[in-house]
């Protein structure tokens, strides 16, 4: 069974421009998190989404959003980057709300 | 709330020395309890999780860990280092229900081995 797929890998940005970022969860998980990765702040939760419903939510300003399809896929958007932003960006599933995470290898977004 | 202290950046132990690496929780839910390592430029692999279960939990690759509520503490421990532990590991914490599933992870710890 394949595992949590990412897309992009690798992504440069520059201060204002928005993003979003992908993950496909594994075959037959419906929940999706997110996660921000940094050296100063490490390992942050952003979100979480069952059923296309966001039942979870961290501490990040509202720049930051997400959704879930209903092939439970996911997609979160950052708008107006700013320098701060550059992290690498983990996404987990889980087969079901609040069940054992599988990450992602992450998406590494750098801002210039 | 929870939280997650794991003291220390860093760790240099010998190959074959026993590698400890401490993590302390605070939570106000009956904790699950989690370690997952991380190579460079990959994701996070899960190690162990405590579930409530039994309180010595075995994991991959030869680790450990033990739950000891009266010391809220989750220390992962292997008996003989291999060159290949060499990497980053994260205790985390989260509740048992889907409302407060998130993981809260500590800093994170850098397991160095030496040859």
């Known amino acids: 069974k394949a595992g949590v797929t990412q897309t992009p890998r690798y992504l440069i940005k520059t201060r204002g421009q928005q993003v979003t970022l992908s993950c496909s969860p594994i075959?037959?998980?419906?929940?999706v998190s997110w996660y921000q990765q940094t050296p100063g702040q490490g390992l942050q939760f952003l979100f979480e989404?069952?059923?296309?419903?966001?039942?979870n939510k961290g501490n990040f300003p509202g720049r930051f959003s997400g959704r879930q399809f209903s092939n439970s896929r996911s997609e979160m958007n950052v708008s107006t980057l700013e320098l701060g932003d550059s992290a690498l960006y983990l996404c987990?599933?889980?087969?079901?709300?609040?069940?054992?995470?599988?990450f992602g290898p992450g998406t590494r977004l750098t801002v210039l | 709330a929870q939280s997650v202290t794991q003291l220390g950046s860093h760790v240099s132990v010998s190959e074959g020395a026993l590698v400890l690496l401490r993590c302390n929780y605070s939570?106000?839910?009956?904790?699950?309890l989690f370690w997952y390592v991380q190579y460079p430029n990959q994701g996070l692999q899960l190690l162990l999780k405590?579930?409530?279960?039994?309180?010595l939990v075995k994991g991959i690759n030869g680790f450990e860990a033990e739950f000891k509520k009266s010391e809220t503490s989750f220390h992962l421990t292997k008996p003989s280092a291999h060159m290949s532990d060499a990497a980053e590991y994260f205790c985390?914490?989260?509740?048992?229900?889907?409302?407060?599933?998130?993981?809260?992870f500590g800093k994170g710890i850098t397991l160095s081995v030496r040859p």
């Open positions: 987990a599933s889980s087969l079901a709300w609040g069940g054992e995470q599988f």
């Open positions: 075959s037959g998980h419906r929940s």
């Open positions: 989404y069952f059923s296309e419903t966001q039942r």
């Open positions: 939570s106000s839910v009956p904790p699950y």
């Open positions: 405590y579930t409530s279960a039994a309180t």
């Open positions: 985390a914490v989260s509740g048992p229900s889907g409302a407060n599933s998130k993981l809260t």
